[in-house]
């Protein structure tokens, strides 16, 4: 399903280096084993357990994105919120989600939960609830340049309608 709602993937390059590392050590273990196929099964295995990885421990921020996908906004929120929630109390996961997660992503998923929700609450027209959310964003992610821009468009937006 396609989806009209823009989703922006930003990528830590640095964290890739340690991800090709990683690679490289099942692509050594699988030369243990079969000296012919090493590399199609280190593929598989890295693609099977990152895939595994983030269902198992990202499932409200993915329950989040799909709700978001089929412009269900007002139930999108509480899955943010538990997903923001979840990697406050373990912020390791997030901090450290290059090896946690096999995931290669510059955002944190308390940032994009936090910038989702407030993009939800714009949605759906409750501009007080987005502006405080992105407020939030800046105020835990200085640089977060999401939230900088949605905070730009909801300031212009009230000075139009004054």
């Not at 964290?15 to 280190?42: D, E, R, V």
């Not at 509480?78 to 390791?92: P, Q, V």
């Not at 609450?121 to 501009?127: F, H, V």
């Amino acid at each position: 399903m396609s989806s009209k709602i823009p989703i922006v993937r930003q990528i830590k390059w640095v964290s890739l280096a340690f991800q090709l590392f990683i690679i490289s050590l099942i692509m050594l273990a699988w030369y243990q084993f079969n000296k012919t196929y090493f590399t199609l099964f280190a593929a598989l295995t890295y693609l099977i357990l990152s895939k595994l990885l983030r269902r198992l421990i990202t499932i409200e921020h993915r329950k989040g994105m799909i709700k978001v996908k089929s412009e269900d906004y007002n139930s999108t929120i509480i899955h943010f919120k538990n997903s923001y929630e979840f990697f406050k109390n373990n912020n390791w996961i997030d901090k450290y989600r290059f090896l946690t997660l096999l995931s290669s992503g510059r955002m944190s998923y308390r940032e994009m939960a936090l910038n989702n929700i407030a993009f939800c609450y714009g949605q759906i027209g409750n501009g007080n609830l987005s502006k405080e959310y992105y407020e939030k964003t800046l105020k835990e992610f200085p640089q977060n340049t999401m939230a900088k821009a949605g905070l730009k468009l909801l300031n212009s937006m009230i000075k139009k309608s004054t």
